[in-house]
């Protein structure tokens, strides 16, 4: 499966069967942590066999059963800390579905388990993405109109418009797809709009454009 794909065929989980992860693939994930943590300047980290997080009444509120595996994105909190968090944890996700995995964002329907993960005192934590065999495989959301979410100059080309509708597949909290992308020449702009955890949501936006879009094709612009 590629990255691509993994796109394609992702879709929030909240309800996990009994099923142990495999030792191998556990040593795939954390192998992909290790290295996105070193790109990124984070401290993700794997927590297995932990069922307290998503036992409370946070997690009856979110609709989660049976889920004892977790990525707590933790990191030191900068300028881009959401965003990086956004783009590195949804590379992650994707990654769990090529080993096939199904797996959500979660921002605070789960309980902090102190002991389960470290938090040093510059550190913050920004989600969790749930993980494991869901019970089924999830189901599509509904995206918003690509006119709604771009800008262009003139005419859109293939590559923008598939980068685009890529990113309409990534997960946002409440399924708000607050962001914008604009096209100006080769150079592609992507902005955030306001509400709880855009900046996060504009990270996994990014990378999920990046996939469908093709880095060869353009690069991103700064304002």
């Given at each position: ?55 409370g ?20 909190k ?7 968090c ?7 996700v ?5 080993l ?34 869901g019970?089924?495989?999830?189901s ?67 990378l ?16």
């Amino acid at each position: 499966m590629t990255l691509k794909e993994a796109i394609e065929e992702r879709h929030s989980v909240r309800a996990f069967d009994e099923r142990p992860i495999p030792p191998e693939v556990l040593d795939a994930l954390r192998r992909c942590i290790d290295k996105c943590n070193k790109k990124a300047r984070l401290n993700m980290q794997l927590v297995t066999n932990e069922p307290r997080a998503f036992s409370g009444p946070k997690a009856h509120y979110g609709h989660f059963m049976g889920c004892r595996n977790y990525i707590a994105i933790v990191g030191k909190k900068t300028d881009d800390f959401e965003e990086r968090c956004g783009y590195y944890g949804e590379y992650l996700v994707l990654k769990a579905q090529q080993l096939g995995l199904n797996s959500c964002w979660v921002g605070l329907t789960f309980s902090k388990v102190k002991d389960a993960f470290l938090v040093r005192g510059d550190e913050k934590l920004c989600a969790v993405i749930a993980l494991g065999y869901g019970i089924t495989q999830g189901s599509s959301h509904k995206s918003r109109p690509i006119a709604s979410v771009t800008k262009t100059d003139g005419s859109m080309p293939a590559w923008f418009r598939e980068g685009v509708r890529c990113a309409l597949l990534a997960p946002t909290a409440l399924n708000q797809q607050r962001f914008m992308i604009e096209l100006k020449g080769k150079k592609v702009y992507m902005s955030a709009g306001k509400g709880p955890y855009t900046k996060t949501d504009l990270g996994i936006a990014r990378l999920h454009f990046e996939i469908g879009a093709g880095k060869d094709n353009f690069e991103w612009g700064k304002r």
